[in-house]
């Protein structure tokens, strides 16, 4: 064979390599929107442009979506595109007997055994080992979160049975991380509540959004967002039940109906929240059963930790009494900061508002070892109770009159006994693995910086930490600091940290705190300068302006490029041989130029 035949033949197999998207739907017989779904089932995605050799662009068109050879053999292999016929089968003969022959009794019967199709082993195929699966839940657990705050509507493509499920996972997903002390840290944003934990050696972040009443935008496609979620809650569904069984826990987990009216979300599966229910309902009808109780013991069941209610479980549990929990493996290897995490809030109790985030505070108070009371019959501790040690509450302006007012009138008398703080000290707190100060933290007062644990740059941090300590350092060797202060009201902040029952003094508190607040920030101006003129040099004054340069440059390239596109092919040919002769006249000028350095130097 000639060898121009050979060349012939290699450019059309390499040429085959890549198909068109309507070449394998006509394969295939399959729509675009079940074909869509089926690439978004197998995780197959179309090649960029840019990923085909120089060679063969040249019969390949930028507007049209390719895939390879090897993608269409694993779709044509799939069991679903059978699912798929027998659905639109099935479609088909309901409408014939709904509206031709009106046959009610067969269209119920049709319904009955319409035809589904299942995703389980594409996710076994997938993800043969569950470390495997576990590393991408990260995007399954901020899309699945974020789903089921969507109120149900079909016309768009948001789907109710969805919505439900992804509900009862996400609970699922937070009781399981609190109850074996999971997370690590956390973040506030914009955004709503970062959240990572550490499961089987892996860390994963999730987003629990903000509350919002939803905006439904016409360029988004929620059809392909189904697709999605339909595809995450199989994954996460098949993760749960591998981890509640790795870490001696009963899946799906008993879900009490009377925590569930109450709308407690993670809370609902949880035994500690369901005895105090118990007991007051028991006194009320005062039954003569064996399982009655008396005062006495009501606060036994409010002090008990969770780890002895699931190794000592309940009578009316029936079976699942004989379930054991024991040690694994990968819950024996922790360090000393796994262990500081769990017993970080270990005899300590907060008391939540109903303006709180109270899902993501509970997740966390109860993962580091708390207890949490709320207002509530279904709370352990009630408000006035004196064993509380926090109070988690933000007060603003407007609301000191309006909502809060009952219950800031009572500050006065628990001022000395527990501390009022704001949510960002729980996240402060878990971070640091810390349990830092309340002063900071106070009731309408100026938080601290709220910096994000999900950085790596250690430069960034050191200079955080060199800021801190050159703040302290000039606070506590300041002379005037020290003599402006008058003796008396020094005692009065001997008095505040000693508790003392004097209500004249937060008057005193609040102005020492707004003279810290003053010269803290004329430290920071004074060491901003300290620094700009140590730091001076003309190098680096030379080095911005080269930089800024740079930057023009880059702009007006990217600029040309743009209006390039919007060019026809003639004009760009054009473009493109004035730019070649433009570069060869500069690259002649240049040797020129160095021909004529070289002989004066001699």
């Given at each position: 064979m000639h060898i121009h035949k050979l060349k012939s033949k290699a450019k059309k197999k390499n040429q085959e390599k890549y198909l068109t998207k309507r070449k394998i739907q006509k394969k295939l017989f399959l729509s675009e929107s079940e074909f869509r779904r089926l690439c978004i089932f197998k995780g197959i995605y179309p090649k960029d442009y840019k990923d085909i050799p120089l060679?063969?662009?040249?019969?390949?068109?930028?507007?049209?979506?390719?895939?390879?050879?090897?993608?269409?053999?694993?779709?044509?292999n799939e069991k679903i595109i059978q699912d798929f016929r027998k659905i639109k089968t099935g479609l088909k003969r309901y409408k014939k007997y709904k509206l031709s022959l009106e046959d009610n009794e067969k269209c119920k019967s049709i319904i009955r055994n319409f035809p589904k199709y299942k995703l389980d082993h594409i996710i076994k195929e997938r993800f043969p080992i569950l470390v495997y699966a576990v590393e991408q839940l990260n995007d399954a657990l901020t899309a699945i979160i974020a789903y089921s705050f969507l109120p149900s509507n079909e016309n768009i493509g948001i789907k109710n049975n969805l919505i439900n499920q992804s509900i009862i996972l996400r609970n699922h997903f937070h009781y399981y991380t609190y109850k074996t002390n999971k997370i690590k840290k956390g973040f506030i944003s914009v955004k709503g509540y970062y959240l990572q934990a550490e499961i089987l050696q892996k860390k994963i972040t999730w987003l629990i959004p903000h509350i919002f009443t939803p905006?439904?935008?016409?360029?988004?496609?929620?059809?392909?967002?189904?697709?999605?979620?339909?595809?995450?809650?199989?994954?996460?569904?098949?993760?749960?039940?591998?981890?509640?069984?790795l870490d001696g826990l009963s899946y799906p987990p008993k879900e009490y109906t009377d925590l569930?009216?109450?709308?407690?979300?993670?809370?609902?599966?949880?035994?500690?929240?369901?005895?105090?229910?118990?007991?007051?309902?028991?006194?009320?009808?005062?039954?003569?059963?064996?399982?009655?109780?008396?005062?006495?013991?009501?606060?036994?069941?409010?002090?008990?930790?969770?780890?002895?209610?699931?190794?000592?479980?309940?009578?009316?549990?029936?079976?699942?009494?004989?379930?054991?929990?024991?040690?694994?493996?990968?819950?024996?290897?922790?360090?000393?900061?796994?262990?500081?995490?769990?017993?970080?809030?270990?005899?300590?109790?907060?008391?939540?508002?109903?303006?709180?985030?109270?899902?993501?505070?509970?997740?966390?108070?109860?993962?580091?070892?708390?207890?949490?009371?709320?207002?509530?019959?279904?709370?352990?501790?009630?408000?006035?109770?004196?064993?509380?040690?926090?109070?988690?509450?933000?007060?603003?302006?407007?609301?000191?009159?309006?909502?809060?007012?009952?219950?800031?009138?009572?500050?006065?008398?628990?001022a000395y006994k527990r501390s009022f703080i704001q949510p960002q000290y729980i996240f402060d707190c878990l971070n640091s693995n810390k349990i830092l100060s309340c002063e900071d933290y106070n009731i309408?007062?100026?938080?601290?910086?709220?910096?994000?644990?999900?950085?790596?740059?250690?430069?960034?941090?050191?200079?955080?930490?060199?800021?801190?300590?050159?703040?302290?350092?000039?606070?506590?060797?300041?002379?005037?600091?020290?003599?402006?202060?008058?003796?008396?009201?020094?005692?009065?902040?001997?008095?505040?940290?000693?508790?003392?029952?004097?209500?004249?003094?937060?008057?005193?508190?609040?102005?020492?705190?707004?003279?810290?607040?003053?010269?803290?920030?004329?430290?920071?101006?004074?060491?901003?300068?300290?620094?700009?003129?140590?730091?001076?040099?003309?190098?680096?004054?030379?080095?911005?302006?080269?930089?800024?340069?740079?930057v023009k440059k880059i702009s007006n390239q990217e600029n040309i490029k743009r209006n390039k596109l919007a060019l026809s092919k003639k004009k760009r040919k054009l473009y493109n041989r004035i730019e070649q002769a433009e570069n060869r006249q500069k690259l002649t000028i240049e040797k020129f130029i160095k021909k004529n350095k070289n002989k004066k130097s001699k």
């Open positions: 060679k063969l662009r040249n019969k390949f068109y930028k507007n049209k979506v390719y895939y390879t050879r090897s993608d269409y053999k694993k779709l044509s905006y439904f935008d016409k360029s988004i496609d929620f059809k392909v967002i189904t697709n999605f979620i339909e595809y995450y809650v199989t994954l996460l569904r098949f993760v749960l039940y591998k981890l509640y069984r569930k009216n109450e709308k407690l979300n993670h809370l609902a599966f949880d035994k500690n929240f369901i005895t105090k229910e118990i007991a007051n309902e028991l006194e009320a009808k005062e039954s003569t059963e064996q399982n009655t109780l008396d005062e006495s013991e009501i606060p036994e069941f409010e002090e008990t930790n969770q780890e002895n209610e699931i190794n000592e479980p309940s009578k009316n549990d029936g079976k699942k009494k004989k379930i054991e929990t024991k040690p694994i493996e990968h819950d024996i290897i922790n360090n000393d900061n796994t262990k500081s995490v769990k017993n970080l809030f270990k005899n300590h109790i907060f008391y939540i508002h109903s303006n709180m985030p109270f899902d993501v505070l509970s997740i966390i108070i109860l993962s580091c070892g708390g207890t949490i009371c709320w207002n509530s019959l279904y709370s352990p501790y009630k408000y006035e109770d004196k064993n509380i040690t926090h109070e988690i509450l933000e007060v603003s302006g407007e609301n000191m009159e309006t909502q809060n007012s009952n219950k800031i009138n009572n500050i006065n008398e628990f309408n007062k100026t938080l601290p910086v709220h910096l994000s644990p999900f950085i790596d740059d250690d430069n960034y941090k050191d200079l955080v930490k060199k800021d801190e300590y050159t703040i302290n350092k000039m606070l506590s060797e300041d002379p005037q600091y020290n003599k402006s202060i008058p003796k008396n009201k020094t005692n009065s902040q001997n008095q505040y940290n000693n508790y003392n029952d004097n209500e004249n003094d937060m008057s005193e508190d609040e102005y020492n705190n707004a003279i810290r607040q003053k010269l803290r920030n004329d430290a920071l101006n004074n060491q901003m300068e300290a620094e700009n003129e140590n730091n001076y040099n003309p190098q680096n004054s030379i080095k911005q302006e080269n930089d800024l340069l740079n």
